[in-house]
């Protein structure tokens, strides 16, 4: 079954920045939204940026202003970029892929830390 490959987290000081990169380990069929999800410790899952296929975005608050999200049709990849980071951007980032027919693809997940 088709997953999808995150990769880029790491260890960073508050103030870096990191590049998240988001795509699938085999074939897929056309993919309507793609998003980026964080889930800190002891917290649930939360919608940090989203993407259409037409390149409509969407972003928390909390990430507005220094979190950027773009992908590569072509490519079926999704990235993130995160500038200014904080400690509280802390947490494991997991990618998702929504298909035409809804049908939803996840990542396992990378591991962002931020030191303060």
């Known amino acids: 079954q088709v997953q999808l490959v995150e990769s880029g987290g790491g260890l960073v000081q508050a103030g870096g920045s990191l590049r998240l990169s988001c795509a699938p380990s085999?074939?897929?069929?056309?993919?309507?939204?793609m998003a980026w999800y964080r889930q800190a410790p002891g917290k649930q899952r939360d919608l940090v940026a989203g993407?259409?296929?037409?390149?409509?975005?969407n972003y928390a608050d909390s990430v507005k202003g220094r979190f950027t999200i773009s992908r590569d049709n072509a490519k079926k990849t999704v990235y993130l970029q995160m500038n200014s980071l904080k400690p509280e951007d802390t947490g494991v980032y997991y990618c998702?892929?929504?298909?035409?027919?809804?049908?939803?693809?996840w990542g396992q997940g990378t591991q962002v830390t931020v030191s303060s």
């Open positions: 998702q892929f929504v298909g035409t027919y809804g049908f939803e693809y």
């Open positions: 085999g074939s897929i069929g056309s993919i309507n939204v």
């Open positions: 993407i259409t296929r037409g390149g409509m975005t």
